[in-house]
Nanobody, 124 residues
């Protein structure tokens, strides 16, 4: 059974950092692109980053570019999201996602599965 389990969320002050992790199981981990999206209260879901299957190409939403870094460890079946210089507008539930493709689509349209999410709150 496919599972994606996020961890690492929490409360952080503006300018702080967090690293999210997503432990995956139940599928061929290094056969697919993986990524993250978020959803803030009252807002639409926003795809924020994706990494292709061989730890190659990455994409980022403009809102996080230069502050967030996605990576994956195919030996451990884990994908990470390092978030630096966090801002109050980054407050949201963050979800790990598996895509149907091996590469990243800029519109994140082939998102297939996602986890239950982890809450990130940025506040002073």
């Amino acid at each position: 059974q496919l599972q994606l389990e996020e961890s690492g969320g929490g409360l952080v002050q503006p300018g702080g950092s967090l690293r999210l992790s997503c432990a995956a199981s139940g599928f061929n981990f290094d056969g697919y692109a993986l990524g993250w999206f978020r959803q803030a209260p009252g807002k639409e879901r926003e795809g924020i980053s994706c990494i292709s299957r061989r730890r190659g190409a990455t994409i980022y939403a403009d809102s996080v570019k230069g502050r967030f870094t996605i990576s994956r460890d195919n030996a451990k079946n884990v994908v990470y999201l390092q978030m630096n210089d966090l801002k109050p507008e980054d407050t949201a539930v963050y979800y790990c996602a598996k895509f149907t493709s091996t590469w990243c689509r800029s519109d994140y349209s082939d998102m297939q599965y996602w986890g239950k999410g982890t809450l990130v709150s940025v506040s002073s």
